[in-house]
């Protein structure tokens, strides 16, 4: 069972990223995997999540910006960063889980979770 999330580095304002979450031992038609972000002295944050039927969500400050996406053949979710912003900057973290829709948002009740990765997004 693992989830690695990849993609991250260095970016100035305005550009773009892809960042990568690849499982294994989980399907995506089976389970729902969540983008998440934790900037240096705050509280790690929801930013999307896509459903195991395909639906996708984004919290306010992505939306517009960020799409994610899944390639079931290869049980791998993108997420893909436009128009990135300092306040982007954070350490990305994909994670696993069945949450109820009103709750993905919420970080404790996904089951497993990827080693993160640093996004850095410079002024």
């Known amino acids: 069972v693992q989830l690695q999330a990849s993609g991250g580095g260095l970016v100035q304002a305005g550009g773009s990223l892809r960042l990568s979450c690849a499982l294994s031992?989980?399907?995506?038609?089976?389970?729902?995997i969540g983008w998440f972000r934790q900037a240096p002295g705050k509280e790690r944050e929801g930013i999307s999540y896509?459903?195991?039927?395909?639906?996708?969500y984004y919290t306010d400050s992505v939306k517009g910006r960020f799409t994610i996406s899944r390639d079931i053949a290869k049980n791998t979710v993108y997420l893909q960063m436009n128009s990135l912003k300092p306040e982007d900057t954070a350490i990305y973290y994909c994670?696993?889980?069945?949450?109820?829709?009103?709750?993905?948002?919420?970080?404790?009740?996904?089951?497993?979770w990827g080693q993160g990765t640093l996004v850095t997004v410079s002024s």
């Open positions: 896509i459903r195991s039927s395909g639906a996708t």
């Open positions: 994670a696993v889980g069945r949450p109820v829709l009103s709750a993905w948002r919420t970080s404790g009740i996904y089951y497993y």
């Open positions: 031992g989980w399907r995506l038609v089976d389970y729902g």
